[in-house]
């Protein structure tokens, strides 16, 4: 996973103070998508002659509002103060829109889990988010 977790590196990471000063919900939506990279690159490498349609299934198994939901409950005695202040500010933010599949408060706790992944790409955090990141891939991958 080496090289997964080499993805992640930005080239000028952002401090920590600049990250959480940003708007949670952009941190989710950059969670989102440091997500959906992550197990797009883990179910494809090493995927011999799976046509799309299956790997998009197992990716949606992994980044939907139910599955982040329930590893943000699993992992939030692991957040630090400031990720678990991070995870309730996004939790508690209104928006517009929600998922078709999950409850509101589903769709909540999966933004804040997604703020959180945003927040340790941002920092450069890679070790972190790579160990968040797999956790959430193994636990919503098994056969």
Do not use: W
Not at 111 to 139: K, M, P, Q
Request: proline letters at 3%; charged letters at 25%.
């Amino acid at each position: 996973m080496e090289e997964i977790t080499a993805i992640f590196k930005l080239n000028t990471p952002i401090s920590k103070k600049e990250a959480l000063s940003l708007h949670p919900m952009s941190l989710a939506f950059i969670g989102d998508a440091v997500q959906t990279l992550y197990t797009r690159t883990r179910v494809t490498v090493g995927a011999t002659l799976k046509k799309t349609g299956a790997l998009h299934h197992e990716v949606t198994q992994v980044v939907k509002a139910v599955a982040q939901a329930a590893e943000a409950e699993k992992l939030f005695p692991l957040f630090d103060e400031d990720e678990q202040d991070l995870f309730r500010r996004a939790r508690n933010c209104k928006v517009q829109t929600s998922a078709k599949h999950a409850e509101p408060a589903e769709y909540r706790k999966a933004s804040g889990f997604e703020a959180i992944l945003g927040y340790l790409y941002l920092t450069g955090n890679t070790e972190r988010l790579e160990n968040f990141l797999s956790a959430c891939f193994e636990d919503n991958t098994a056969d």
